[in-house]
């Protein structure tokens, strides 16, 4: 299984600023996966973020409340724009692994917005 | 640390039991699954996967069945243990477009 780290781990902004959240991967991947879990709820896909090509996001997740970087095999960064209080939540950055299918996530940053 | 799925489902179990949560999935393209195990502050943890090829695959005091005429999928975990405790999710996606849906979680309780 790969490790995925994230930074932050947690962050307390205003309301109107932006955040962007980092994934880092020990290992080269092809896939890689930005989720939201809001509190006390399961966990949604905003969009997939594949190296060489746009992000594709996921129906009511758009390009520019949440642009997505991926310049290379082991990094991508999820901005949350624009920050209103609904934004509060924890954002999981995730990679399939090379020779499968099963995808591994990060520790998740965790999101106050008030 | 921060707790999830405040309002899930909940099944409690006693130390030493054998546990099986339950998950319905609505896709029936779906052809991947997986089991996570999410504890309070963490990241999901993946336990056990299971392609639609098979109806039952078994892992390190797990076991996975799949039912793909009611599109039914569970885990079972052999005596379960205090660090079993944790919010247990389902997924699933097909292998052509590979994110996951995931399931909306159970919540096991391990009773000493």
């Known amino acids: 299984s790969a490790v995925i780290s994230q930074k932050p781990s947690r962050d307390i902004c205003q309301r109107g600023t932006s955040l962007t959240i980092q994934c880092q991967v020990d290992s080269q991947v092809t896939m890689m996966f930005w989720y939201r879990q809001q509190p006390g709820q399961s966990l949604t896909l905003i969009a997939t973020a594949n190296q060489g090509s746009e992000a594709t996001y996921e129906s009511g997740f758009v390009i520019d409340k949440f642009p997505i970087s991926r310049p290379n095999l082991t990094f991508s960064t999820l901005t949350v724009s624009n920050m209103s209080p609904e934004d509060s939540s924890i954002y999981l950055c995730?990679?399939?692994?090379?020779?499968?299918?099963?995808?591994?996530f990060g520790p998740g940053t965790r999101l106050t917005v008030t | 640390g921060e707790s999830v799925g405040l309002h899930l489902p909940t099944l409690s179990v006693q130390e030493g039991d054998n546990s099986i949560i339950n998950c319905a999935y609505s896709?029936?393209?779906?052809?991947?699954f997986i089991w996570y195990k999410q504890e309070s502050g963490k990241g999901p943890q993946f336990i056990i996967d299971i392609r639609s090829n098979m109806d039952k695959r078994q892992g390190q005091r797990v076991t996975v069945l799949l039912n793909k005429t009611v599109k039914h999928l569970s885990l079972q975990i052999a005596a379960t243990q205090p660090g079993d405790s944790a919010v247990y999710f389902c997924?699933?996606?097909?292998?052509?477009?590979?994110?996951?849906?995931f399931g909306s979680g159970t919540r096991l309780q391990v009773q000493p």
């Open positions: 995730s990679v399939e692994a090379r020779d499968s299918y099963e995808q591994y």
């Open positions: 997924a699933e996606s097909d292998t052509g477009r590979r994110a996951l849906t």
């Open positions: 896709n029936s393209a779906s052809d991947y």
